[in-house]
Nanobody, 126 residues
Framework: QPQLVQSGGGVVQPGGSLRLSCATSGFTLDYYVITWFRQAPGKEREAISCINNQDGSTFYADSVKGRFTISRDNTEKTVYLQMNTLEPDDTAVYSC???????????????????WGQGTQVTVSS
């Protein structure tokens, strides 16, 4: 079965940067969506960025637009989330998810996703 393994995360100061990785395996098709979600304590899960493998198109939530960048390395089969100008409100558990045979503009609900990474903690604090 397809698998997503995350790496990265950690503790950074406000204004700092961090890069998350989502390594994929077991995918036999190029037509799928990888989305980064985050969930802070006491808050609902939020989709913040996605990339469509079909055409490479990307989408961002308003809360991270201009600060975060999603990208992919097709050779390593890894999707990255570069997070710059981090703020305390960015503190959350970040998870990558895959929706096979799908295309998304970030409106796809979390329950539509087929596979999930294990989640990584990002803490932004002085």
């Amino acid at each position: 079965q397809p698998q997503l393994v995350q790496s990265g995360g950690g503790v950074v100061q406000p204004g700092g940067s961090l890069r998350l990785s989502c390594a994929t395996s077991g995918f036999t098709l190029d037509y799928y969506v990888i989305t980064w979600f985050r969930q802070a304590p006491g808050k609902e899960r939020e989709a913040i960025s996605c990339i469509n493998n079909q055409d490479g198109s990307t989408f961002y939530a308003d809360s991270v637009k201009g600060r975060f960048t999603i990208s992919r390395d097709n050779t390593e089969k890894t999707v990255y989330l570069q997070m710059n100008t981090l703020e305390p409100d960015d503190t959350a558990v970040y998870s990558c998810a895959a929706d096979l045979n799908s295309y998304s503009d970030l409106s796809t609900k979390s329950y539509e996703y087929d596979y999930w990474g294990q989640g990584t903690q990002v803490t932004v604090s002085s």
